[in-house]
């Protein structure tokens, strides 16, 4: 279940009263609404669920993420259990 | 639209076909000992997965047609891309495939260009050097004749480039409604050489899997433009003549073992397909395989295996592993084969399975595609 | 920062890999939640990764699995009726009701139409004004959202022709139900990092208070699957039972309000049956009584529906982590995923459908490991 994909907002426009963007996933470009993540702009990441947008993606917060991982395993190098 | 010759819908176990005014009737269809078709057995009429190029197109093939054409000893049921036949000295491979592809015209090609190349390679993939085609046109009354004169002119450009020429052809126009604008049937049929000997019984443990280049191409550009999942994309159709390819990896003597092209079903078809006839195992590297970044996305986004996505343009070949190299650079040498890559080999172990090491070095089995994919949610 | 191949970078997974097996001193039973997970493990093999000592449970986190017969059944009554477009994600198109499954309809005639979004069902609402068009709105938390947004927008443009045949299931309930059970083997939880991101955290903390369990939010890149159960298992052999956030750059503890204020509107809490499971008292979303008008089950008198599930499915066991699918006796034999007799041998993250492939194999998995 929730097969949500990461995509860059590349463009916004209102339809019918409702935020609708493009966005682009390396290449493929979908339209989307918006209207569940109001602050996103273009040029943000968002993660994008059967065409709807549902969050903002944090990217400091990614980096952080990515490395707790790379500690994770520079700690079992120094340990020698690597 | 239920055929109208077929009493399946009444009886639901025997099929008679009728003739005319007489009545033929032939062997009773035994859906019990097809491998447990359960929707089969409760709805006894072709589902679209049936033409999906993988399992339950399989077993229609195996307990349907083949019995009725020729049972299990015949050339038919070798089952292969092309069939090869001997005609007095020669040796021929005779090939008929049939184009329903909608819609039409796709980014990168149109319906003219796969009923030539398709049935060009799928003659190709035996090690034939591909001659002649007859065309069949199943066209709807209403159709444009402009659309159909871009068609004829694809395929005419096609068979040219293919260096095949279309000696016969035949056009039936049926009731608007009933034909989706247009269906294209191509036979073709191509020499062999002497000394040229491809198929499943050359396979081997230790043998290369190579690809002549990226995948999913083709699959994708259709997509882009089908209604209900349309997307804003670069991709073209990979669709193109094989030909040259196969002649020039004969030509320099390299050790090929078997080809195929992978159309529906993608790599994962053909390589299970002849895992399970050379029965052998197969093993590729996730990451060896050649995926286009918006190829990639495109499946991500739709839930789709790539290597399940049809191509039009590329063929897998099993070589032998001294010749590996060789043959890549034979192919990396032509413009269709610039992206040519090793993506696995032949193993003794497992036969008939084909395994895939995956992206962070786990292990996953690649199944025959089922039918046709459905993009998903999940 | 394109937060796709980052999250599958082999090395960082093998550093990941490395600290589990570090951390696991005796036997562990995990239950990831998500289908969505279920499939980044199967298509990864992260299963085949794992230690030994570390079982992965597939639990309910399948709208597919889960999505009742009866449901299913009213479904294929609907798009088998001739004024009717039926719009449907893929997933639901091969899950097999009491006779037949979607495609089979479409077989048949019925203008059955796959869609990526419920956004196209709305356009096919107003480009076929003369038909009616019925969407099929199942899935979990994360995809009611895009549902409940199309109720307002069929409201906003007046249309007349479009419903939903909804059946929207909870994942807390459903929790809740699996760690209530007497047999209870699930040790640790991965919660559904989507879903979270639409109703946040909050739920599940009285889920960890009450039973003791960890649950760790999890995303669903092979990075973030790895991560998630490394948490997890930290938590138990360290004897901690904490509520953590594993996809921060996703998820928040709040969650995503808008989408939370619009769901509340257009559905209510109600009882829903999961297949194979039973009844999950509040347990699922259907449309509040305000929306009546879009509701395809009001709108379409179909009769009286008689669910026959198949007698030989134990999904129910499976899919609560009570058996294994090799335990079931129609496994392999009876039930294939060319022949399903019950969900998870259809979908592509079911249980079942995961230990088909696998079962294939015979000694060790790679030749040339």
Known sequence: MCLGIPGRVEEVWEADGTRMATVDFSGIRKEVCLAYVPDVVVGDYTIIHVGFALTRLDEASALETLALFREAGLLDQELGTA | MRPTTSSAASTGRHWRAVDGATAVTTTPLDPENWSCPVPLRDHPTIVMGHGGGGRLGAELIEHLFLPAFGGTGSILAQLGDAAVVQAGAARLAFSTDSFVVRPRFFPGGNLGDLAVNGTVNDVAMTGAVPLFLSAGFVLEEGLALDELGILAQTMGAAARRAGVEVVAGDTKVVDAGHGDGAYITTAGVGLIAPGVDLGPHRVQPDDVVLVSGPIGLHGIAVLSVRDGFEFGSEILSDTAPLNGLVAALLAAGVDVHMMRDPTRGGVAAILNEIAASSDTGVEIVERSVPVPEPVSAACSLLGLDPLEVANEGRLVAFVGRDDADHALEVLRSDPLGVGATAIGQVVAEHAGVVVARTGIGGTRVVDFPLSEQLPRIC | MKYLDEFADPELARGLLDD??????????????????????????????????????????????????????????????????????????????????????????????????????????????????????????????????????????????????????????????????????????????????????????????????????????????????????????????????????????????????????????????????????????????????????????????????????????????????????????????????????????????????????????????
């Open chain 3, 20 to 369: 589990i097996a570090r951390t696991v001193t005796r036997p562990w039973s995990i239950m990831e939640v998500c289908g969505g997970q279920t499939h980044t493990i199967i298509r990864n093999g992260i299963d085949q990764l794992l230690p030994d000592d570390v079982t992965l449970i597939h639990g309910p986190g399948c709208p597919v699995c889960v999505t009742p017969l009866e449901t299913i059944d009213r479904a294929l009554a609907i798009a088998a009726r001739p004024e009717v477009i039926f719009c449907t994600f893929g997933d639901m198109a091969r899950v097999p009701g009491s006779n037949g499954d979607l495609l089979s309809v479409k077989a048949a005639g019925g203008d059955v139409r796959l869609v990526y979004s419920p956004l196209d069902a709305v356009h096919l609402a107003r480009q076929f004004p003369e038909r009616e068009v019925v969407f099929f709105a199942i899935g979990f938390e994360t995809t009611a959202p895009a549902n409940a947004m199309t109720v307002h927008m069929a409201r906003r443009l007046e249309l007349t022709n479009f419903s939903l045949l909804v059946s929207h299931v909870l994942v807390p309930p459903a929790m809740t139900a699996i760690l209530e059970a007497p047999r209870r083997r699930v040790q640790g939880f991965l919660a559904a990092g989507h879903v979270c991101t639409v109703m946040g955290m909050a739920q599940y903390v009285p889920l960890v208070e009450r039973y003791q369990v960890p649950i760790v939010v999890t995303g669903f890149e092979p990075l973030d699957v790895l991560e998630g159960i490394r948490r997890v298992l930290a938590q138990l052999e360290e004897g901690r039972a904490e509520l953590e956030n594993a996809y921060p750059r996703a998820v928040s503890f709040e969650g995503n309000p808008t989408a939370r204020r619009v769901v509340d509107e257009v559905f209510e809490v109600c009882d829903r049956q999961w297949r194979g499971i039973g009844l999950i008292p509040r347990s699922g979303w259907r449309l509040a009584p305000a929306f009546a008008e879009f509701d395809a089950e009001q709108r379409f008198d179909v009769g009286s529906i008689v669910a026959e599930e198949s007698p030989r499915c134990r999904s129910g066991e499976v899919l609560q982590g009570h058996i294994t699918p090799p335990q079931c006796e129609a496994f392999g034999t009876e039930c294939t995923p060319r022949s399903p007799l019950g969900a998870p041998m259809v979908s592509s993250e079911g249980a079942c459908a995961a230990y088909y492939q696998f079962r294939r194999l015979n000694g060790p998995a790679l030749a040339s490991s």
